[in-house]
């Protein structure tokens, strides 16, 4: 994971924005002929105006740039996977800039929104449109009648539609470079997924302290089969332990590739014996 560390930055970035000014606003609103009404409800609203609209617009942002920023974390592990290396800190800094400034745009637009577009009808009391709430709480109005909302609506589609588009570009660009690198992987890579699993589920267990010893026979055949578990008090040997469960799955692995038979006579059996004590004997 540490060549895709920068790339887990901005994925943190984005969830804990979004989180924030979500736990700041808490918004609730309502649509009624044309008129959008919104309100906080969280610690922003204790302060003025102002500052609501800027945490809706701030919220709005959080919103696109959860959705920007997919695109950016697809070309990301392209371009490691096409370069073979990372891309650079700045590099990485100038992609999330990107996927910002696109998220702003739409904020920006909702900054006019709510603090402009009332005054397409003016005198109009927007508290009867409202819950009957008393005292009538600060409300933000936007009214689809002016061209802010409009804009506001249109660019977020948009954006929404074209993060999309260039997340399953880059995600079939990779999966292509995948597939032609995938003749190079060792048979080690290719099962490492197998002994990643196996990894997972002993670490999984509840008692550590004591973890199954095999002295087992995996047989040339369809299956790798473990005769007999032995407990023993070694909390600290999962990674041997996987070493000799993996070569069980080799086993088992190399027993169904068809073998010639000039091969077949060359067959003998072989003691496999690790440092830590485990074994697996096979045909």
Known sequence: MKPYKKMLYMCSITDFLFWFVDMLVEIKLKQRNEVLLVKLEGPASFLSRSFHIYGVAAHVTGVNLSMTVLPAQAFFRYYSLKHSEPLST??????????????????TFAWFTFDRSADVNPGFNYGTVWFQEYPL????????????????FGVTVV??????????????FTMKKMQEHYHKYTN?????????????????????????????????ANHAKVKQWNIVD??????????SLQCCINTHHNSTIPKKDSENDQLHEKRIKSNSGYYCLFQ
């Open 90 to 107: 700045l590099k990485t800094i100038c992609l999330f800039s990107i996927s910002f400034t696109s998220a702003l745009i739409p904020g």
């Open 137 to 152: 709480p600060t409300l933000l109005v936007g009214n689809m009648k002016s061209i802010y909302p409009i804009m506001y």
């Open 159 to 172: 954006n929404f539609v074209i993060s999309y588009f260039l997340l399953v570009l880059f995600s079939y």
């Open 188 to 220: 080690q890579t290719k099962k490492s997924p197998q002994t990643n699993e196996l990894v997972f589920i002993l670490s999984s267990t509840d008692n550590l302290d004591h973890i199954f010893h095999t002295n087992n026979d995996c047989h040339n």
């Open 234 to 243: 070694n909390g600290d040997d999962v990674a041997r332990l996987v070493t």
